[in-house]
């Protein structure tokens, strides 16, 4: 009873009955024709090609800069990254890491100014960076008309220029990182181990940087602001270090996520994707005052589990094609659940 009540507390009871919702859905599944195999397939790409976004989130929560909201400005230099890939037409890995070479840089700058504006906002740090998200989007969306990309590809046909809206990835680097050493079990149960691997790197890089000297700093400004000035850290340097560490995980998330589900999304596509991500951290048991590996895995697994069962199971119940609406209501529930944390622990 002792080990059942420990867990508890240290699980905490969203996640057991978010949990046990979904465990519910997968046994459910299988009576009302819906393949447990395909399923949970795709409950493991989806989980793939968003761990990298959620796990975005730590490096800023850490350092006391809150949940990053402002996520986009790091997708946005990743799409850049992909978009210079496409137009110089390399494919297979080495167009990923072009595609990554280019984008690092790019969010390594946009992340430098971004973390000097929150600097200047301390305490407002998640308001300002849902108005950088929103408005890096829209001016994105003037550029995406404008930057000189050539390729027939990519451009607008009857124009001849300006990026069209969707993008495909097909034929240059489409599932390059997710095929290394994917495998295969029967017709439909598909392991993308590339993603996996990937994404088990950079958490294994996040562990040791954490462990650092400058990871231990940061860690301890996020916590004891105090302390870390009287102990010589420069307070803005860290928070500013985190919030480049965490675009640059944006830039890099968003590439691995178009190279499994196949298209570049400009314009708009990016203006929502920071709640997801923001979301997945807090179910897992994050707050916007700490975070860890375990808060990101567990929580891609529940909230990517919950989006890809919900509207099969209940679609196939009710025998109905309301899919697409079950998927947003589930989504936008759950973010909101999210926020209602952050704005309960901002009161």
Known sequence: MNRVREFIEHAGWPRIIIGLFLLSLFIIAPFVGVRVDVSISDTLVRFGM??????????????GCGLNFGLPLGIIAGLLGAVTSIEIGVKGIPG????????????????WGYGLLLNRVKGSEMMIATYVGFSSVAFMCIMWLVLPFRSPNMVWGYAGKGLRTTIAVEGYWHQAISDIGSFQIGEFFYVPTGMFL???????FMWFFMRTR??????????????????????????????????????????????????????????????PAVSAVLIGGASVHKATIVNVIVGTILFQGILTMTPSVINSMIQTDMSEVI???????????????????KL
């Not at 990923?96 to 946009?110: G, K, N, Q, S, Y």
């Not at 990937?198 to 294994?204: G, V, Y």
């Not at 803005?236 to 590439?255: E, N, P, Q, W, Y």
């Open 50 to 63: 968003n761990g990298v976004m959620v796990l975005a989130m730590v490096p800023m929560v850490i350092s």
């Open 96 to 111: 990923v890491l072009t595609a990554m070479a280019v984008a690092i840089p790019i969010a390594v700058v946009l992340g």
């Open 198 to 204: 990937f994404f088990a790197l950079l958490c294994t």
């Open 214 to 275: 400058t990871g231990t700093a940061m860690a301890t400004v996020g916590s004891n602001p105090e302390y870390a000035r009287a102990s010589g850290v420069n307070i803005d340097r860290m928070r500013t270090t985190s919030v480049i560490l965490s675009t640059v995980l944006g830039a890099i998330g968003i590439i691995v996520y178009e190279q499994s589900f196949g298209f570049i999304q400009l314009y708009m596509g990016p203006f929502y994707m920071a709640f």
């Open 327 to 345: 998927r947003i209501i589930v989504s936008n529930g759950m973010i909101l659940y999210a926020l209602t944390r952050v704005l309960k622990v």
